[in-house]
């Protein structure tokens, strides 16, 4: 079991920028890291995702605007910028150990492991 825990979030100003980090703790193999979003009374949509390899992957509504990224100490984050108010909603980040190819990393059922969440609120 990997333990996420999320940080980054918080209020913006249309236009402005955040970047969300997810520290996985027990986290040994090739994982693949999702980040989600769910804004309020609406279904929980993908937004990234990149695995142990650096292959990534965009919902392609996020292009150019959002860039996921990780580190080598199971950190993964994701710069958001040119932020829109239709971005505002719960931020999460979730992990499977898999390569991301080798599944649907956007289909949340994949996962294992989830984050808390972390709220983004954008503001126009």
């Known amino acids: 079991q990997v333990d996420l825990v999320e940080s980054g979030g918080g209020s913006v100003q249309a236009g402005g920028s955040l970047r969300l980090s997810c520290v996985a703790s027990?986290?040994?193999?090739?994982?693949?890291w999702g980040w989600f979003r769910q804004a309020p009374g609406q279904e929980r949509e993908p937004v990234a995702a990149?695995?142990?390899?650096?292959?990534t992957s965009y919902a392609d509504s996020l292009k150019g605007r959002f860039t996921v990224s990780r580190d080598n100490a199971n950190t993964v984050f994701l710069q958001m910028n040119s932020l829109k108010p239709e971005d505002t909603g719960m931020y999460y980040c979730?992990?499977?150990?898999?390569?991301?190819?080798?599944?649907?990393?956007?289909?949340?059922?994949?996962?294992?492991?989830w984050g808390q969440g972390n709220q983004v609120t954008v503001s126009s």
């Open positions: 990149i695995d142990s390899t650096g292959s």
């Open positions: 027990g986290a040994t193999g090739s994982y693949c």
């Open positions: 979730a992990a499977v150990l898999e390569v991301c190819a080798t599944i649907s990393p956007f289909l949340s059922n994949v996962y294992s492991d």
